[in-house]
T-cell receptor
Framework: AQSVAQPEDQVNVAEGNPLTVKCTYS??????LFWYVQYPNRGLQFLLK??????LVKGSYGFEAEFNKSQTSFHLKKPSALVSDSALYFC??????????????FGAGTRLAVHP | DTGVSQNPRHKITKRGQNVTFRCDPI?????LYWYRQTLGQGPEFLTY????????KSRLLSDRFSAERPKGSFSTLEIQRTEQGDSAMYLC????????????FGPGTRLTVL
């Protein structure tokens, strides 16, 4: 069965410092991996995805993520955090299942708090 | 706004009442998904449509839940005889046939069952 783990409920970082939000996954076959961000009272916004190719994926708002197959991880990173990055971040995995569609399996989320 | 839209944004109802939510996907997106998100958890898959065909339903979707997408455009999710455990955020997402892996989410409908 496919699953996603986000081991940290909350990550605290000072503005201007680099940030990392961790994600590990379990999936049979080649994974499709995603990061979404959720601001209060709003839906999820797509940040980036890994399907194949370069292990370092660049996405929206200066975020990037590194796919590591041996460690089954897909950590989200940003070189310099902004206060406006404070939000709830979800890692998700999908794969081709019967019918050929891709339902997303989400982690429980990590709250990122960036302090001035 | 050309994103996914959902109505209503908030719904408060009494236990036992029926509620219906609507989702309008991004134009020309042929795939439409419903998810449920409870406090402190990530979204959980409920059901999926490709055009007007409902191709998969999660075990989370009890007999009290029904979803339709009659013309392959908008979709409705109905919950009959609501229970307090149905209180959650109901999210809709859509994706395009040429890039089915990327789902775009609407703002959600927050349901509170009293």
């Amino acid at each position: 069965a496919q699953s996603v783990a986000q081991p940290e409920d909350q990550v605290n970082v000072a503005e201007g410092n680099p940030l990392t939000v961790k994600c590990t996954y379990s999936v049979s076959g080649n994974p499709y991996l995603f990061w979404y961000v959720q601001y209060p009272n709003r839906g999820l916004q797509f940040l980036l995805k890994y399907i194949t190719g370069d292990n370092l994926v660049k996405g929206s708002y200066g975020f990037e993520a590194e796919f590591n197959k041996s460690q089954t991880s897909f950590h989200l990173k940003k070189p310099s955090a902004l206060v406006s990055d404070s939000a709830l971040y979800f890692c998700a995995v999908s794969g081709v299942v019967s019918g050929g569609y891709n339902k997303l399996i989400f982690g429980a989320g990590t709250r990122l708090a960036v302090h001035p | 706004d050309t994103g996914v839209s959902q109505n209503p944004r908030h719904k408060i109802t009494k236990r036992g009442q029926n509620v219906t939510f609507r989702c309008d996907p991004i134009s020309e997106h042929n795939r439409l998904y419903w998810y449920r998100q409870t406090l402190g958890q990530g979204p959980e898959f409920l059901t999926y449509f490709q055009n007007e065909a409902q191709l998969e339903k999660s075990r989370l979707l009890s007999d009290r839940f029904s979803a339709e997408r009659p013309k392959g455009s908008f979709s409705t999710l109905e919950i009959q005889r609501t229970e307090q455990g149905d209180s959650a955020m109901y999210l809709c997402a859509s994706s395009f046939r040429d890039s089915p892996d990327t789902q775009y989410f609407g703002p959600g409908t927050r349901l509170t069952v009293l």
